[in-house]
């Protein structure tokens, strides 16, 4: 793949001495879209059919979050929640963002909540979508997923567990990731973000309950109950704890609701941003 035309290089800015790769469609109220964690991700495969509808209504800014897709690695190979979230604030000060909404797919819904609960001031109001960031007990996909070892089947067998419509997962999106994962470093990298068991690595990246149960923004929790990564539990019981969470689950949905129920989900996500508070 030419770089010069790859589609997931968008514009960059510097934040807190990292170059941070974005995308950005749009005008209005700025929401921010935080991508999930797989091997090879990046905003654009994750957030490239959510971008152009939202975009009717607001500025939507996609960025490739540290070590990830097409941002910079951390100094010295360090990553943590709290890394995350001070890269993210450094993102929004560099944009002249005091406070946009989010919406965090898996890994970037457990950003969202720990960057909320940190920094409750810089969010008018965010969506969940097949989130992490509460702790649960794993299923064995979890495991495979952060195991994954390069090559050409072991990410088309890793991509086809996202959905639940096996029919939707094509060889250019399993083209895309698998190149995106064999990029010098990449693989490397993603190691050192997410050691340990399964178990270990979600633990990691949750909040706790009772921060979340004091979060005060408006919430909307999206979650597809075939999920097999993160069940559809979770997202009842961040509903239950959200004082003003709403909750929609997609049947015959995986893990992925933007690109598996794409019209539904940007329609309602669309329509929970443009209402009033």
Known sequence: ???????EIGKSITADGYKVNYHEMGS????ILIHGSGAGV???VNWNRTLPALAQTHRVIALDMLGF?????????VYSNEIWVEY????LDGLGLERPSFVGNSFGGAMTLAFTTRYPERVKNFVLMGAAGLDYAVGPEINKGF????????MRILLSKFYYDKSLLTDDLVELRYRASMRPGVHETFRKMFPGTGQQIITNMSTPAEKIAKIPHKVLVVHGREDVFVPFS??????????RSQLHLFGQCGHWAQLEQRERFNALISQFFNEKD
């Open 1 to 7: 793949m030419n770089l010069d035309t790859n589609p």
């Open 28 to 31: 209005g109220e700025p929401v």
């Open 42 to 44: 990046t905003a654009w």
């Open 69 to 77: 897709g097409h941002s910079d690695h951390a100094r010295g190979d």
């Open 88 to 91: 993210l604030k450094s993102f």
């Open 147 to 154: 195991k994954y070892e390069p090559s050409l089947e072991n």
């Open 234 to 243: 979770n997202a009842i019981r961040m509903y239950e704890l959200i004082p």
